[in-house]
């Protein structure tokens, strides 16, 4: 599972990556464009259109769905662990399903990302990384309860 988080992270950050290039490329697109005359309208709109479009769906899917499916797996690494409180751990377990659900319902239409809904369903997840954060900065993680990592091994000595 650690390893399953680690990868949607990377790809959550890629799938951001791609969003900020296609608006880059709106803006290279336009720069490039203003000194050649009068280039064809429509074709340059098509592509325009398209690029804020993927921009679009690469901000629903990274922030929105990739960090929900992140925020279940390490809430339910830290839970089953007992690394943190389990209050804290909940509360990741909250915040990643309503944001899965909240992009859910941004993808069929039921409201905008940008509103006060996506807003409100934003904040559990938001509050679960930043308290996270602050568990791990001034506590660190608790002591494990697995038996196997209580005793360190050590090597015989060579006497």
């Known amino acids: 599972m650690?390893?399953?988080y680690v990868c949607g992270r990377l790809l959550e950050a890629a799938v951001i990556t791609v969003g900020i290039?296609?608006?880059l490329s709106v803006v290279?697109?336009?720069q490039d464009l203003t000194g050649t005359g009068r280039p064809d309208d429509t074709a340059l709109a098509t592509v325009g259109k398209t690029l804020?479009?993927?921009?679009d769906w690469t901000f629903l899917l990274g922030p929105n769905v990739i960090l929900g499916v992140n925020s279940l797996l390490l809430a339910t690494l830290v839970y089953r662990s007992r690394l943190v409180p389990r209050l804290l751990a909940m509360l990741g377990l909250a915040g990643g399903a309503l944001i899965c659900a909240s992009a859910t319902a941004v993808m069929f239409g039921?409201?905008?990302q940008i509103s006060a809904w996506g807003t409100a369903a934003a904040l559990?997840?938001?509050a679960w990384e930043v308290g996270l954060a602050g568990y791990l900065i001034v506590?660190?993680?608790e002591p494990s309860h697995d038996s196997s990592s209580a005793q360190p091994q050590t090597a015989p000595s060579a006497d």
Request: hydrophobic share 50%.
């Open 110 to 112: 039921r409201y905008e």
């Open 21 to 23: 290039i296609s608006v």
């Open 28 to 30: 290279t697109l336009r």
């Open 2 to 4: 650690a390893l399953g």
């Open 52 to 55: 804020v479009a993927i921009h």
């Open 124 to 126: 559990p997840v938001f």
């Open 139 to 141: 506590k660190g993680f």
